[in-house]
């Protein structure tokens, strides 16, 4: 149980381009979920906290207009990084909850690569 | 602020033996989870075991068990009888609330034949 479905796994595209990533909870709901980016070699860094049926919550430092984040059911949400361009390449994971005090699962990430 | 602090960048183990990999945290929170995550080359994050704050018995998962200190807050990963597939980036990781979680800067563990 616990599965969370991320799509898709890798993007390559031009300067310029909007990228849509998915993430989905296949056999649970989640009323919240997280989007991680991660460059290589270092830990996981918290961008937002998407939150089903309202606006995400942003870390600091995270553009809010970069990277938007929607969360229409309880099933999934979804980052669009919109006019992408190569700084914007990295790998990108999202994960969700069961519940309150439960860990969180994660997808399996997107490699995004921006020529 | 709740800090995550791994201090081993890099460990290596030699195939069937056992190595332990170290986590301390800075909290001034009674009841919290902690975990730790493993992520293979293949980059998804895996869960390999959690722990209760308010509990005081250490977690155990097969070959995987911690040593949860919590006057030290300390929470170190024992992983015995280690295989090559155990080689990976672990993470280490505090939860408080809701939708506070944090992260440490990952060890990476090489199991060698």
């Known amino acids: 149980g616990a599965v969370v479905s991320q799509h898709p796994s890798r993007v390559i595209c031009k300067s310029g381009t909007s990228v849509k990533i998915e993430c989905r909870s296949l056999?649970?709901?989640?009323?919240?979920m997280f989007w991680y980016r991660q460059f290589p070699k270092q830990s996981l860094m918290l961008m937002a906290t998407?939150?089903?049926?309202?606006?995400?919550?942003?870390e600091q430092g995270v553009e809010k207009d970069k990277f938007l984040i929607n969360h229409a059911s309880l099933t999934l949400s979804t980052l669009t990084v919109t006019s992408a361009h190569p700084e914007d390449s990295s790998f990108y994971i999202c994960?969700?909850?069961?519940?309150?005090?439960?860990?969180?699962?994660f997808g399996d990430g997107t490699r995004l690569s921006i020529l | 602020a709740q800090t995550v602090t791994q201090s081993q960048p890099e460990m290596s183990v030699q195939e069937a033996e056992t190595v332990t990999l170290s986590c301390t945290y800075d909290t001034s929170e009674n009841n919290y989870y902690l975990f730790w995550y493993k992520q293979p080359p293949s980059r998804q994050m895996i869960l390999v075991i959690r722990q209760e704050a308010y509990k005081q018995q250490n977690a155990t998962e097969n070959r995987f068990s911690v040593n949860f200190q919590k006057a030290a807050k300390s929470f170190s990963l024992k992983i015995s009888d280690s295989q090559l597939g155990d080689t990976a980036m672990y993470f280490c990781?505090?939860?408080?609330?809701?939708?506070?979680?944090?992260f440490g800067t990952g060890t990476s563990l090489t199991v060698i034949p």
């Open positions: 056999d649970f709901q989640a009323t919240t």
């Open positions: 994960s969700a909850r069961v519940g309150r005090d439960q860990p969180q699962h």
């Open positions: 990781a505090f939860m408080k609330h809701v939708n506070q979680f944090y």
């Open positions: 998407s939150n089903e049926g309202s606006k995400a919550t942003y």
